[in-house]
Structure formats: C-alpha cells, structure tokens
C-alpha cells in the first residue's frame, strides 16, 4: 500500500527543524519502500506491506521521535483517499497570486462534518467545505487578510490538524499513485 505521511508542525518559522534527507532515511531504516520527501513542511510519500493505519501512524511517530529528539504527529492518507479529496475541489481553486486554498487535513478526533462550524471563517469571503478527512478552504488573496480563520492558530483545535497548500495536495496525489 502507498502512504502519504504528513508530518505537523515541523519547519515553520524556524521551530522544530526536520531534515528531509534524514527524515526519508529514518522511513527506510524501518523497513518502508519507495520513500519520498516533497518539499520542506514534511510529506513523505512511502510503500508498506504493513497493515493497520493506527499502528503504522504510531510506529512512524516513534521512529521520528528517536531520530529527531523531539515528537512529531503524524498523519496518514492513501492516494485513494487524496482522490477522494480532490475530487471534490474545482480544479479552478488552486493556490496563486490571486487565490488561496489550503486543505486542512483533520486527526480522527475531529473528523466529522460539524468541524466546519468550529472554524471561524466568514462565508462572505472564503468557501469552506469538509470532505472525509479535511477541510477545503478557498479565499481570495485580497480577503485572506480579513479572514477569521486566522485566529485557531495555537488552539487545541489547531493542533489537531495539518495544512497543505493545495497545489502540494494534488502533487502529493501524483506522487502517492505513481
């Protein structure tokens, strides 16, 4: 089976610094398979024979927590599931200089439709769909700045999910079913 591994927190603002070369190597001392990292914010796209999502999740934690001295939450999408994902974003929402769109990949804990009545976000500016999994924000580059989404930064909510701009989502799509 192919995994996308998205890592949270590691490379931001200078904070909790992650090597991707160190960390594509602490994946093939465990025994993972056609491992690759996609650029610095943590992704690493790997084959397994291992069964068990919730086992592999906490085996790959571990792992990175005793290469890297510091622990990492790790979550863990097929390329079926990003599919799935992405089959539900117009292609026209992409992330440029005149939109924004992330995904905001969600731990189990809070994966069900109501989380987007936990996000503030103003309808008037910005889209805000959930799909299994994530939630698929879109705004305008001239609105992101007036965007309440803004303020779950450092919330418990916050550390329960991950960000990724969706043109690396579709890229770590083509790298997960290649």
Same mark, same amino acid.
């Given at each position: 089976?192919?995994?996308?591994? =998205? *890592? ?10 992650? &090597?991707? !070369?160190? =960390? +594509? ?6 025994? /993972? $398979? &056609? ?10 796209? /790997? ?6 999502? %919730?086992? =592999?999740?906490?085996?790959? $934690? ?7 001295? /510091? @622990?990492? #939450?790790?979550? =863990?999408?097929?390329? !079926?599931?990003?599919?799935? *994902? ?21 731990? @189990? $804990?809070?994966? +069900?439709?109501?989380?987007? %009545?936990? *996000?503030?976000?103003? @309808? #008037? ?6 799909? !299994? ?6 705004? &305008? +580059?001239? &609105? #992101?700045? +007036?965007? @309440? ?6 919330? %418990? ?22």
């Amino acid at each position: 089976m192919r995994y996308v591994a =998205l *890592l949270r927190g590691i490379n931001v603002g200078g904070k909790a610094k992650v &090597d991707m !070369k160190e =960390l +594509r190597t602490t994946f093939e001392r465990r025994g /993972f $398979e &056609d491992v690759v990292t996609y650029i610095n914010s943590g992704n690493v796209v /790997f084959s397994t024979g291992r069964a068990g999502r %919730d086992v =592999l999740g906490a085996r790959i $934690e571990g792992a990175i927590a005793e290469d890297v001295g /510091f @622990p990492v #939450a790790v979550t =863990l999408r097929t390329g !079926k599931e990003l599919a799935t *994902l992405l089959d539900a974003v117009p292609s026209s929402w992409v992330n440029g200089s005149s939109m924004k769109c992330d995904v905001y990949f969600l731990w @189990p $804990e809070i994966d +069900r439709p109501s989380i987007v %009545d936990r *996000l503030p976000h103003d @309808p #008037a500016i910005e889209d805000v769909r959930y799909v !299994k999994g994530a939630v698929i924000r879109r705004v &305008d +580059r001239a &609105d #992101a700045a +007036r965007s @309440p989404m803004t303020r779950i930064v450092g919330t %418990d909510l916050y550390r329960r999910l991950t960000a990724r701009n969706i043109n690396t989502v579709r890229t770590l799509h083509r790298l997960a079913t290649s």
